[in-house]
């Protein structure tokens, strides 16, 4: 049965600017401090922040089965903890308020001044307390680019990587939302040919484009979660920027994996936008051979065609696309990625954050690093004004934007865009 | 200036068994449950659990700056935020409190009965509450002995170990407390010489003797935490059972590290003893050569002679002792683990974990797990009742206890104790 706030016809009494990522399909949700310094979980229509709590505080969601104080919290974590039925509640009772045939809340001007607010006047705040954050690598093209640069041409792939959804756990201290600047790691590196490290600022940070799931409670400890019934913990996406320093995760990541080369910090969009709002743009998977060990076979479409761009901007300069890829290039879905994080009986909470991998598409204009795009700084891209980037420079912005596009409805994810700073400097004492 | 809470000749009137962890020198904290299902933050004294939450709402804590409800929360997070001043104040009070020449609980019946539980009556809970717990692999013994079996017994340390104490993201929703049985975990494995993976229950299912340590709020997104200052955010240690499956581990590790065969379970004590009272019990740690970087180079003792054992005990048998090693054998030291952690400005929390990685030290009765005991299963354990063991079985509990010993005073963590249950069987429909 088709949910009934993807209904195209669809319309609200909001404006929504036209190619916004936010029309009345979309109903996402996020954290945001409001002008009056008050933190608040809330939706978006157009270029309006709608608080949540306020509504609810205002009567709007009587009908539903909320603890009072479910809206008026710094995470979506409990909320999240509710369940998809209460979800989805939640949002039909949103998409009805400000249908463009309702007018409890349209002619009621005292109410709209107090739950409506322009993106001006509101900071929005990491979604999600992340309990733990799980990087998968389930994009066959990126793993392939990575195996040819650094292990055989011939035989990119590693082993196992067709039979497992690899992943790695990650640092969650670390994750900030979208307009937090982050500074250029320093670290150990090993210089080409030496055998002593040496110590100093990441010569070569790098974007990684990725998208992230955000899970609800999905099992006790030592119960796996079968691959059919996993998206029903999904709660929602947001794009992600998998921060890389190339150069010590050379150095560090045998045996155990990367470390300092990736939690020096994270960034995520501040918008989870539901499965549900991505249900219309569901396709196939690519095809999987061999075919994946029982555990992991899923029927029906399980990936999602959600069109992502990235563009480097120079301080003071402007913006330039460096890539568009997609997310329907994953191999390994979220379902799959799910089921097999917990085949083992691992817990999964609400607030639990797991990565794509970096989403790179089949020709070098869809690759989603500056590893691949460069391939390893041999072929350094030229930006809009001129200046070349092998990697990314003190100071560049990097912004990652998505959306998904189907019968003149666009549902987007806004953008996750960081500046990076450079290396922190000890204050003399 | 010595803590006075560690002064040796310091008596408390509470009855102290012979050769208890927990005389009044040791002093560390939990989280239990107490006959009346209330959680509280606690202390122990010989086999008494004593009520924090309770003696501060008695006013015995009232010349010391905490917030009412410091004590009555099921983790440790807020207090050990507050800082280790405070830490040692709260130590100091409690050292009084229950010192054989102070009469004011000690002649007070009525406070006694609402303080004092006896260890039957509390069930002991996870301490904190766990945002990121990252692992180590700093015993050079365990490196070299895993680098001789899987590598080359010529080059077992790979290129980065004497250089990096290496490290990789763990698990924090998979950590129980002792005493929380753990089940044997299903995933994917590659039998020997095939191509294909098979499906199944881990066949290899091994213990990791480790302890970890538990930190406060240290830095903030970006900045280093310097090597001589680590020491002040670490809050304290427990004993770490870092269970593990060899035959997943195998198949999935390359190249982004453990992570199936690792976080189904992971166990720890529930006492965090504090680093203040393992104060007496430093030592030098083994000389680093080649000198390690910079910021890596610490001054005086930073290593901890503390003694481990580790026992298994089949199910309705007797316990028998497979190992004896010690902390002091560690390689790279906790000061230096935190150091590095944070040298790309990673962000550490109060509650977050550390683990030292596998125990071992120089000789083979001094291993620290199954693997090296049993080099691979070639050399199988007998136990007491005789039955052999190459990896846990089914049903076999799992102990590791461990303290320290000088002056006639006896530091100790109490113990991680688990049993390993079969396979879960998901419920026929």
Redesign the interface.
Known sequence: MPLKTNNPEKKTWLPVPINSDFPIQNIPFGVFLTRDDIITIGSRIGDYAIDLGALHQLGYFKDIPLTDDIFLQDTLNDFISDGKKTWRLVRNRISEIFDINNNELKNNEEHKNIVLFTMEEIEMQLPVQI??Y?DF?SSKEHATNVGKMFRDPANAL???WL??P?????????I?PSGTA??R????T?PAGE?????GP?KLVDFELEMAFITTDANV????I?VEEAENYIFGMVLFNDWS?RD?QK??????????AK???SSISPWIVTLDALEPFRVASPEQT?TP???LQQTGKKGFDINLEVSIMPEGGKATTVTRSNFKYMYWTMAQQLA??T???????SG?MMGSGTISGPTPDTYGSMLELTWRGEKPLTLEDGSTRKFIEDYDTVTITGYCKKDNVRIGFGEVSTKL?PV?Q?KKK
């Not at 790691?185 to 150990?188: E, F, L």
């Not at 400890?221 to 796996?224: D, N, Q």
């Not at 990541?253 to 990367?258: Q, S």
């Open positions: 309990g733990d799980t690598y590693l082993p196992n039979h497992i690899v992943g790695y756990h990650g640092r969650s201290s670390s900030v982050v500074r790691p320093m670290g150990q090993l055998e002593q490290p040496i110590f990441s400890l030592g119960e796996p079968p320093a010590i150095w560090e990541y045998v045996p155990l994996g990367p470390f300092l939690n020096f910090a061999p060990l029982p555990y097999h994080h085949i083992n009986g691992c817990k999964v909470n639990d700073l922190f000890q």
